[in-house]
């Protein structure tokens, strides 16, 4: 039997076209002050900014912003924001982009309400006591941000990348229209789709607990929609179809429900941050290049039976074959999604890393002992799947 759960998922969406009409009133309620984040400063170049500004002008919203928040957001940007907001005295928080801009939004919203080093809170030496309200506006199908509590930030001093989670950071309301990702790039995208997949994965479809029938029946159609509709978005990059279908699948990959009675065993996201935090690559190209071999290597008797459900619900592979024969094909699969459908490097070679910081990467990623998961791994455990990716 599953564990007993609550569940409770209050972020307000708005999904579709032409839904930022309400922005304005939603942002209003909680204030007149507002924070508008958001990264390089892709928004404008689509339109959106203006679109945004005009819906707030509407209303007499006054408007401060910060931009230039970066991939892999460091704390050092969070920090910039909160003070902001303080000086500021910012009413609501308004982020406009990624998982990224999202995540150090979240950060900045609690970190408003600390005087010290937002740090600090990432690693549990100060607690979250409040959190400014947050409102997203959504403009690529990856993180599930916009409908979680959790923030990963990196702190590139002490090559760092750390999540931080707490329910006051959950956003109240989310805008998700899926015309604002047709500019995504065809790598993005991809990656994109990969961070999709691989929180289905590491949030609960490889899990240590019994599986409800129905929830993993939701994840395997959840995982057949990504793999259906990132190739058709890379393609055609303005198809309505597939990019509202990979948008929404994103924020219920990872708010809360397919995990709900599941002890989370986020192996490969836990591997991942490091390298992102030693050598700043795109996430979801880190998580592509490690989970074909973390399958490969936590293959065995005991798991094959969940590689053998995997195989056969979402790929179809012929049921009468052997749970090993089938979970071994079925990584063979995933992998040529990956690598050749959706064109991402396949090696940490190919994008320049090499095997010099496996060690502390590893010891990292295990805390100096074990690192929970579908499979417990070890230390050298780690380094072994490292070294698999080179």
Known sequence: MSNNFIYHAPTKVYFGENQLENLGNELKQY?????????????????????????????GLEVYEFGGIEPNPRHTSVNQGATICKEKKIDVLLAVGGGSTIDATKVMGAAAFYDGDCWDLVTHKALVTACLPIVTVLTIAATGSEMDFGGVITNLETNDKLGLLHPLMLPKVSFLDPTNTYSVSPFQTACGGVDILSH?????????????????????????????????????????????????????ALNGFIGAGKQQAPSCHVMEHELSAFYDITHGLGLAILTPRWMEYVLD???????????????????????????????????????????????????????????????????????????????????????MCL
């Open 31 to 59: 204030g007149n002050r507002v924070l508008m984040t958001y990264g390089g400063g892709s928004i404008k170049k689509i339109g959106l900014y203006d679109k945004i500004m005009a819906e707030l002008n509407k209303v």
């Open 200 to 252: 289905i994965f590491d949030t609960a479809y490889f899990s240590t607990q019994d599986s409800m029938y129905m929830v993993d029946s939701f994840m395997e159609v959840l995982i057949k929609t990504v793999i259906k509709y990132t190739p058709i978005a890379i393609k055609e990059p303005n198809n309505y179809e597939a990019r509202a279908n990979l948008m929404w699948a994103s924020s219920w």
């Open 301 to 387: 008797e005991t798991t094959a039976p969940k590689f053998y459900q995997f195989g056969v619900n979402v790929f179809g592979i012929d049921k009468d074959l052997p749970a090993m024969e089938v979970g071994k094909k079925a990584i063979e699969m995933l992998s040529d999604f990956f690598f050749n459908t959706l064109g991402l490097k396949s090696t940490l070679t190919e994008i320049g890393i090499d095997d010099s910081k496996f060690e502390i990467m590893a010891k990292k990623s295990c805390g100096n002992g074990m690192m929970p998961g579908y499979k417990p791994l070890n230390q050298q455990d780690v380094e072994n799947i490292f070294n």
